[in-house]
């Protein structure tokens, strides 16, 4: 992804098996941020998808790559991340499930995307540009990628302004300890606008989230926390109690503001 922020050499998986296998038990297989194929399809309402060539940036294990071939009358998807794991897993979901001649899975370090320009037709990303701390070189990378009518269809983690995080956004970041990069919907409509994109929306999904994220905080606790414990530890499962805790007060706050967005090349 276009990051300028960390070098190749700097950059270590932050997504490793143990985090896979957690995310994974929280939010279904092949799944590493919350929803589900539910939340996929009101991300990609309306979308035709016949005949297209679609990168997923972010792919994770591969969860909406696969779901997304299966379900749409696609030419082709592309998987791409940075973190070597999780294309691993991606890989070989794909190969067991014999849809390698649609589907391909590509890792490779931060920065420009390894595509030419022009080779896509839709491009798909799920709660992974938080990531990406350059929001401008992104979109202006995602534009380059992008056939002439070509689609951006995407959803990511926000926060609702821009300047200093409140304190309690600080607790949460720091929780999480990941190498988030948040903006606002402004700032990211801006960077959709330079980069050449028109017709640009932004939903902000806040209420949907703050619901389930409570939810995910019982679940946690109560009925996965045996089961959960066990496939990757008891000190994971309350660190990450700990993090949804966090990260509750600034859902309910508002600052924290998961989104749609959506944008075309003209």
């Given at each position: 992804?276009?990051?300028?922020?960390?070098?190749?050499?700097?950059?270590?998986?932050?997504?490793?098996d143990k985090a896979i296998r957690f995310l994974e038990a929280?939010?279904?297989?092949?799944?590493?941020?919350?929803?589900?194929?539910?939340?996929?399809?009101?991300?990609?309402?309306?979308?035709?998808f016949t005949g297209k060539t679609v990168l997923d940036i972010g792919c994770g294990t591969g969860g909406i790559t696969?779901?997304?071939?299966?379900?749409?009358?696609?030419?082709?998807?592309?998987?791409f991340d940075v973190e070597k794991p999780v294309i691993r897993v991606a890989n070989q979901r794909a190969i067991e499930l014999g849809v390698t001649e649609r589907v391909k899975f590509i890792q490779a370090e931060p920065g420009i995307l390894p595509f030419d320009d022009a080779s896509f037709d839709i491009v798909f990303s799920k709660d992974a540009i938080i990531h990406v701390h350059n929001k401008e070189a992104f979109f202006t990378d995602v534009f380059r990628v992008l056939r002439?009518?070509?689609?951006?269809?995407?959803?990511?983690?926000?926060?609702?302004?821009?300047?200093?995080?409140s304190e309690a956004m600080e607790e949460y970041l720091k929780a999480e300890g990941l190498s988030f990069g948040m903006a606002s919907p402004a700032r990211y409509e801006a960077a959709m606008h330079a980069a050449g994109f028109i017709e640009i929306l932004?939903?902000?999904?806040?209420?949907?989230y703050r619901d389930v994220a409570r939810e995910e905080l019982l679940r946690l606790g109560g009925p996965?926390?045996?089961?959960?414990?066990?496939?990757?530890?008891?000190?994971c499962v309350?660190?990450?109690?700990?993090?949804?805790?966090?990260?509750?007060?600034?859902?309910?706050?508002?600052?924290?503001?998961?989104?749609?967005?959506?944008?075309?090349?003209?």
């Amino acid at each position: 992804m276009a990051d300028k922020a960390q070098s190749p050499d700097e950059h270590s998986a932050e997504y490793d098996d143990k985090a896979i296998r957690f995310l994974e038990a929280l939010w279904g297989k092949g799944y590493l941020s919350p929803g589900g194929p539910d939340e996929v399809d009101r991300i990609i309402d309306g979308v035709d998808f016949t005949g297209k060539t679609v990168l997923d940036i972010g792919c994770g294990t591969g969860g909406i790559t696969l779901y997304l071939a299966e379900k749409k009358p696609l030419k082709s998807i592309t998987g791409f991340d940075v973190e070597k794991p999780v294309i691993r897993v991606a890989n070989q979901r794909a190969i067991e499930l014999g849809v390698t001649e649609r589907v391909k899975f590509i890792q490779a370090e931060p920065g420009i995307l390894p595509f030419d320009d022009a080779s896509f037709d839709i491009v798909f990303s799920k709660d992974a540009i938080i990531h990406v701390h350059n929001k401008e070189a992104f979109f202006t990378d995602v534009f380059r990628v992008l056939r002439t009518g070509g689609m951006f269809v995407a959803s990511d983690w926000l926060i609702s302004h821009d300047g200093k995080p409140s304190e309690a956004m600080e607790e949460y970041l720091k929780a999480e300890g990941l190498s988030f990069g948040m903006a606002s919907p402004a700032r990211y409509e801006a960077a959709m606008h330079a980069a050449g994109f028109i017709e640009i929306l932004t939903d902000n999904r806040n209420s949907w989230y703050r619901d389930v994220a409570r939810e995910e905080l019982l679940r946690l606790g109560g009925p996965l926390y045996s089961s959960v414990s066990k496939a990757v530890g008891k000190d994971c499962v309350d660190g990450n109690i700990r993090t949804w805790t966090a990260m509750q007060k600034v859902l309910d706050s508002g600052e924290h503001c998961p989104t749609h967005l959506r944008a075309k090349k003209p």
